[in-house]
């Protein structure tokens, strides 16, 4: 039970045959009852920041939570932005690893087909010379043989024709 400075105010105590002197009571009583009141302004002051000060840690709890709620769903985010980048960077590198070995098994057949062109162009080649050198052979006997049927007399411009051995 909280007393007013009110209530010790007006206060009456009852009078006995040798109580205490009237005058110095309520002079005392004044002085207590002024205390008091202060005390119990401050109390109430005191009481009113209190509640000031609690809306307000209510406020910043609220505050502090929902920015706990933010950092959380920022740092999701960020976690799923970071995944997916990994799992991009994996795929583009997975795609340019597989990219990669096809150009590489492509140009392995084409060189091999290249070879295998080379290759058949120097048989054709080597064919070829052995023909031409077949031929020139051919020819350069035909030639022989034609300049064997005229021989000239070194004083006779007159061609000798020998008889062919048939």
């Known amino acids: 039970m909280t007393i007013t400075p009110m209530e010790i105010h007006n206060k009456e105590f009852s009078r006995s045959f040798r109580g205490y002197n009237d005058d110095e009571v309520d002079e005392f009583l004044d002085k207590v009852v002024a205390d ?3 005390m119990y302004k ?3 002051e005191i009481k009113d920041k209190l509640a000031l000060i ?3 840690i209510k406020s ?6 929902a920015l706990k709620e933010t950092l959380i769903t920022a ?15 994996e795929l583009i590198i997975s795609e340019a690893e597989q990219k990669a070995k096809q150009i590489i098994e ?8 290249i070879k295998k062109e080379f290759e058949r162009n120097r048989k054709q080649f080597k064919i070829f010379k052995s023909r031409f050198k077949s ?3 051919t020819q350069l006997e035909m030639i022989d043989d034609e300049e ?11 061609p000798v024709i020998e008889a062919q051995e048939s």
Not at 75 to 84: C, G, L
């Open 106 to 113: 492509e140009a392995n057949k084409e060189v091999i087909e």
């Open 54 to 56: 609690d809306d307000q």
């Open 36 to 38: 008091y009141e202060k």
């Open 60 to 65: 910043y709890k609220k505050m502090e939570s």
């Open 42 to 44: 401050e109390n109430m």
């Open 135 to 137: 031929l020139l052979e």
């Open 148 to 158: 064997n049927l005229f021989e000239y007399d070194e004083y006779d411009a007159s």
């Open 75 to 89: 740092q999701k985010t960020a976690d799923e932005v970071t995944n997916n980048a990994h799992q991009k960077s």
